[in-house]
């Protein structure tokens, strides 16, 4: 309703429009946005030709119910034809992260109503967002603060954001982004970013997971045409592996982590997505604590990754008069792609290490291990027939526990130390999971611990096979040597162990096992 101007006023109008619709979805596909259907909308506002310009004055557009799930518009444009002269503000709510599925996954977490307010305006000649609000979610659950501005939407200038993210676990973040993350918590991160379209960056970012508390900067470069990159520091005065997946919790028998499918041995690895984005990334710790006492100090890891070449580390750990540093690489610029992987370690507390996987490790002692290998392919299959390199471990003032290794191990050890009791010499078979002697003597029961006084194992590994050069156990009261080999491509080994006892009776005998399977 209104006038429209005739004779020396001919073309100036001033109307007044309404304007609803039942759905909004529908409307919102017309102007190329992308929405869940949030219900009717409803529309009013003053059209009126001013000096040449169409004004768009008292705005007021309402979709769906804002009390429960919809948004509000509000404001004036001075010129409607060239955008120019606006003055809008927006407001919307949420009562349920449900009701926004289409934009925010599938299956969001359920953490309450979210909210959210900001000013659009181009008071400085760029049309731009001079202050956003979005907050949502209960404390307890998830909570979302975010607060900033943007000077040029049409470009995505540049932005400040200052946002604080509060999370029960893990879990309910992952779930925004449809990912599983395990539920370790509580969360909290904070930080301002700032930044435009091909460059942003993470300032004063710190960031709590449970015990361990990080802070540094976070940069990220989107130029077009250009890989994206993405640099990281980090710094933390002291990581808890438990809260970094890295070690199972107190209580817990193991790690946990999401149940993942196996790849099929020869299904191709997607090596390729590595050429997707470069990144630099280091992260220093003055402590890294776990359970059953472990401590250790000054930790250090890089990770770079330029054109599909992946290097991580050195990282490296000291702790207890230990030392630990390991490293690893994927060329995925090769076809196919090469893989090495280095780790050293001395006097490593085995027990603890350990300790952290396991809440009653079956191997104690102090360590020192050793490993070098390096592979190409471009399947699990292809990787274990082309392995290469050596490994080795030693370990001394060490506890064998002997009920914590699993039925072939019991039964190997309970055939050797009841074959020192047996008066005939014979050999050992394996049959199925079990091992008889040729006697067809019943073994004698294993014992709870042995002593190790000394341990030495070294492979030479080649085209998937690893071929023992030196294999053997000092338990104190007896030494067994071993010789053989553990075909990683078939899944099968070969060893042979002759024990032999340090003091020796008339009576006594020794009988070799053969294991094999």
Not at 99 to 123: C, F, K, M, W, Y
Not at 148 to 157: P, Y
């Amino acid at each position: 309703s209104g006038t429209v101007g005739g004779g020396k006023q001919r073309g100036n109008f001033d109307l007044r429009v309404v304007a609803s619709a039942p759905e909004s979805a529908p409307i919102a596909q017309r102007i190329g946005l992308e929405i869940p259907e949030l219900g009717s909308i409803q529309g009013s506002g003053n059209l009126a030709e001013e000096s040449g310009a169409v004004r768009l004055s008292e705005i007021s557009l309402e979709v769906g119910q804002h009390r429960r799930t919809g948004a509000k518009l509000s404001g004036e444009i001075g010129d409607l034809l060239r955008l120019r002269d606006v003055n809008l503000n927006g407001s919307f709510r949420a009562e349920s992260l449900r009701h926004l599925s289409p934009l925010v996954g599938q299956n969001p977490p359920e953490i309450g109503a979210v909210t959210g307010t900001a000013h659009l305006t181009d008071r400085d000649g760029t049309l731009g967002i001079e202050k956003f609000e979005l907050q949502g979610g209960e404390p307890e659950t998830l909570r979302i603060e975010v607060t900033g501005a943007c000077d040029d939407i049409r470009s995505l200038g540049e932005i400040g954001v200052k946002g604080n993210l509060q999370a029960k676990d893990l879990s309910l973040i992952g779930a925004l982004f449809d990912a599983h993350l395990p539920p370790i918590g509580p969360v909290e991160i904070s930080g301002l970013v700032e930044g435009g379209r091909e460059q942003a960056g993470i300032r004063e970012m710190p960031a709590r997971l449970d015990k361990t508390h990080f802070s540094g900067e976070i940069e990220g470069s989107f130029a077009p045409g250009v890989r994206p990159r993405l640099t990281a520091r980090l710094e933390s005065p002291s990581i808890h592996l438990d809260d970094v997946g890295l070690a199972a919790r107190d209580g817990d028998e193991a790690v946990s982590s999401p149940p993942v499918a196996e790849p099929p041995g020869s299904e191709t690895l997607p090596f390729d997505r590595l050429r997707l984005i470069d990144a630099d990334l280091s992260l220093h710790a003055d402590r890294v604590v776990g359970r059953n006492d472990f401590r250790g100090e000054r930790v250090d890891l890089s990770l770079t990754l330029v054109d599909g070449d992946l290097a991580v580390g050195p990282v490296t750990l000291t702790y207890e008069g230990g030392s630990f540093t390991g490293s690893a690489r994927i060329d995925a610029r090769l076809d196919p792609p090469k893989l090495s992987f280095d780790l050293e370690g001395t006097e490593m507390h085995l027990g603890r290490v350990v300790g952290q996987f396991q809440e009653r490790p079956a191997v104690t002692g102090f360590s020192d291990l050793s490993l070098n290998l390096e592979s190409r392919g471009g399947s699990v299959d292809a990787l274990r027939a082309a392995l290469r390199g050596d490994a080795s471990l030693a370990i001394h003032e060490g506890q064998l526990h002997v009920r914590r290794m699993g039925l072939i191990a019991q039964d190997v050890f309970g055939n050797l130390y009841g074959s020192v009791r047996q008066s005939v010499a014979g050999t050992t078979r394996m049959i199925g999971r079990g091992f008889t002697p040729d006697t067809g003597r019943k073994a004698a029961a294993v014992p709870d611990t042995r002593p190790i006084q000394c341990f030495a194992g070294d492979f030479a590994i080649e085209e998937g096979v690893a071929k023992a050069r030196v294999l053997a156990l000092d338990t104190g009261e007896m030494v067994m040597l071993g010789k053989g080999q553990i075909d990683l491509v078939e899944e099968r080994y070969d060893i042979h162990i002759k024990p032999m006892l340090k003091r020796r009776s008339l009576l006594e005998v020794t009988i070799p096992l053969h294991i094999h399977g």
